[in-house]
């Protein structure tokens, strides 16, 4: 039976995971972090439109494309907290500095930045300005949408398929909901969001899970498992792929 109070519950417990938006006070009892999993790809909806109306905004003033483009990153990290961007930063500083799995788990740990995770961030921040800024009346927002929810839907299945590298944390406490039933809603959308790029929404898809499976695989070598830092990382770096060939193919 269809328990729609359940599922709002849900989605509003990954609006307040993976935004920084007001979400409001979860009922009683509160759904468990791995119960919220299927909608972690449909935050991306909400971050993704945002991102889109700063870059067109940013264009009706009659500001350059590479202008809107890092106003539109700006205000999608504000959205999310930079949680994403913090996971990528720890994932570079641990997975290029970290000697052996307990020091990697250190590094990763630690709240301070180091030289790979700035270099990390600076490269990766700079490929998707370019990207959304070759686009000169600005990315359309079906571009937005599919590179954010794409990306949230690749960090859904890494956090399913590998196991948690530390018994705490997000990585951890989100692991554990079986079944693939979650996996549809966020499939279903991009699904949808892709019908209308076309060809270069199925070549977006692919790359996107590779840089996906990519960085899921250093982190299996190096720590055995994911981390919340291993699922921001996914997630960065997957949007990057969709927006790189996305601008290629259409911008």
Same mark, same amino acid.
């Given at each position: 039976m269809i328990q729609p109070r359940r599922y709002l519950a849900q989605a509003q417990l990954a609006?307040?995971?993976l935004t920084r938006l007001p979400a409001g006070e979860l009922p009683a009892p509160a759904p468990s972090r791995a119960q919220a999993r299927w909608a972690?790809?449909? !935050? !991306?909806l909400v971050a993704g439109a945002l991102g889109w109306a700063a870059q067109h905004g940013a264009l009706g003033l009659g500001l350059s494309p590479m202008v809107g483009a890092w106003?539109?990153?700006g205000v999608m990290a504000l959205v999310t907290g930079a949680l994403h961007h913090d996971g990528l930063a720890d994932y570079a500083d641990g997975m290029g500095g970290g000697r052996d799995r307990a020091h990697v788990l250190?590094? *990763?740990r630690d709240s301070r930045i180091g030289s790979y995770g700035v270099l990390a961030l600076v490269l990766v921040l700079a490929l *998707?300005?370019?990207a959304l800024a070759s686009f000169p009346a600005g990315a359309p927002l079906a571009v937005f949408l599919f590179a954010a929810t794409g990306s949230r839907l690749s960090m859904a299945l890494v956090l399913a398929l590998l196991p948690p590298a530390r018994p705490d944390g997000l990585g951890q406490s989100a692991a554990g909901a079986r079944g693939w039933g979650w996996l549809w809603p966020g499939a279903l959308v991009l699904v949808l969001l892709g019908l209308?790029? !076309?060809l270069a929404a199925l070549v977006a898809l692919g790359v996107m899970g590779l840089a996906a499976f990519l960085a899921a695989r250093v982190a299996m070598a190096r720590i055995g498992g994911q981390t919340g830092d291993v699922l921001g990382a996914v997630q960065i770096l997957s949007e990057m792929a969709a927006l790189l060939v996305l601008a290629a193919m259409l911008g």
């Open positions: 609006l307040m995971l972690f790809a449909l !935050g !991306g106003l539109a990153l250190e590094i *990763m *998707m300005a370019s209308g790029l !076309g």
